[in-house]
């Protein structure tokens, strides 16, 4: 199912960075008193009523322009970059200061969001304090009807806003059950690193252009590969920088696209420069979609331009550096030789058909047992961790939920060794196991 994308626009010093914060219920971005402190864009994953989105918070339109030729005039300027945060957006949040009222720019960013013909959700924000709601007559002349008062800092009106923005959203409708031809492949990886020579070496032809150039593939890229008797999707993206270092405009939505393509995506092949070793880039990007719960496979490209004599070590390296991903497999290739294409296919779909798989609660249940009686978790004062239940979510692969006598009892280290414990009996090579630890509630409560 695709996420909705919500932009939440205005000008500098408004509050959208505190906004985002706000609703993604942790300090995202940074905030500070000073105009057009948000020099990078900020995404945020957050779930309002069941309902899943991707926040992007848009920086300050009016305040640092300096990137822009001098003799555009400054409305066209305004323009350009509010035209290019709502053409990802399914809706608009259009957030104003209530302290300053409504000002020119106001009106001119509202002017623009509504020839994009996107919803918008007009927020009025710091609005904390009492006797302020005579205020928020002034801006219903944005024309962008009825004002919401709220406080991002002091989290006044958050349900309210969240509410209407939603009611905006175009209906969300499960994606179909995936068949056994339509397994999706995302090629995700930091610029440069041979994605599209991948994807053109998986097709057998020139699908997508290859350049020396870093970040030559703008938009994320759909095509379809024939294997065997099967058809997969692969999803080819541009490069994911790192955050400091994603630009404005077309960097920072290609960056978009490469994101809801982890989204969109069964297995995400993440591809990694050999000749580079491991970098944060790469770091951020396998965080990224272990966080989201994807399935993934590490392809190390370029690995005919390591020297045999350090192959050993480099590879060492690779899986020290990511060894939260010990579950994982690692493929070296070459894309551009076609050394070790054909295991690229093969390995995902197997790892796809395992992250499939449906396990019974009595199996999983007598497996849990077994891990707590050869190693009984640790007593928190006069009290014990007592799992009553455990079972397979119905709707997230990968996913077990456990009953507990109290889920403060659940310390990190016991997690990991019953994670450890369903691998080893269950597999799920490729793909990260989540433990979500409910408190039992007894049927006979309360009698």
Not at 135 to 147: C, K, S, T, V
Not at 226 to 248: F, Q
Request: glycine share 8%; proline share 4%.
């Amino acid at each position: 199912m695709a996420k909705s994308v919500i932009a939440i626009a205005g000008r500098a010093n408004v509050g959208k960075s505190t906004l985002l914060n706000r609703l993604a219920g942790k300090r995202l971005a940074v905030v500070a008193d000073l105009p057009g402190t948000t020099r990078d864009r900020v995404l945020a994953s957050v779930t309002w009523q069941g309902r899943e989105m991707t926040l992007i918070d848009t920086g300050g339109y009016l305040s640092d322009f300096s990137f822009q030729p001098a003799e555009i005039p400054l409305q066209q300027k305004v323009a350009h970059q509010i035209e290019r945060a709502v053409s990802q957006a399914d809706a608009i949040i259009f957030l104003v200061d209530g302290k300053e009222g409504v000002i020119a720019a106001d009106e001119e960013i509202a002017e623009i969001l509504r020839r994009a013909g996107k919803p918008i959700t007009l927020a009025v924000n710091k609005m904390d304090a009492r006797g302020k709601e005579n205020q928020i007559a002034d801006f219903y002349r944005l024309g962008l009807g009825q004002p919401i008062p709220v406080s991002a800092y002091h989290n006044l009106g958050m349900d309210r806003l969240m509410e209407t923005v939603v009611a905006l959203l175009p209906e969300q409708f499960g994606e179909p059950s995936p068949g056994l031809q339509d397994m999706k492949l995302a090629i995700v990886g930091k610029p440069n690193a041979g994605k599209s020579t991948l994807l053109n070496a998986l097709l057998g032809e020139e699908r997508a252009i290859v350049d020396e150039v870093p970040g030559t593939t703008r938009d994320s890229l759909d095509a379809v590969v024939r294997w065997v008797d099967k058809e997969v999707l692969l999803i080819d993206t541009a490069g994911i920088k790192r955050r400091g270092r994603v630009g404005r405009g077309v960097e920072y939505y290609s960056l978009l696209r490469s994101l809801q393509a982890i989204d969109r995506c069964d297995v995400a092949l993440l591809l990694i420069d050999a000749t580079e070793f491991v970098t944060a880039q790469d770091m951020h990007i396998a965080n990224y979609i272990v966080e989201v719960g994807k399935s993934i496979v590490v392809v190390v490209n370029k690995w005919d331009l390591v020297p045999a004599t350090q192959k050993k070590e480099i590879q060492a390296f690779i899986l020290w550096r990511f060894k939260f991903l010990s579950y994982v497999p690692f493929l070296y290739v070459s894309a551009k030789k076609g050394t070790g294409i054909s295991r690229i296919l093969p390995g995902a779909w197997a790892i796809w058909q395992q992250s499939r798989k449906r396990l019974s609660q009595r199996v999983i249940e007598r497996v849990i047992k077994q891990a707590v009686d050869e190693s009984h978790p640790v007593a928190k004062g006069m009290r014990r961790l007592r799992i009553v239940k455990a079972y397979q979510d119905e709707t997230s692969l990968a996913t077990f939920i456990l009953s507990v006598n109290d889920p403060q009892l659940v310390y990190p280290s016991y997690q990991r060794y019953l994670e450890k414990r369903l691998r080893r009996k269950f597999g799920f090579r490729g793909s990260p196991l989540r433990l979500i630890f409910n408190k039992y509630k007894s049927k006979n409560r309360g009698n």
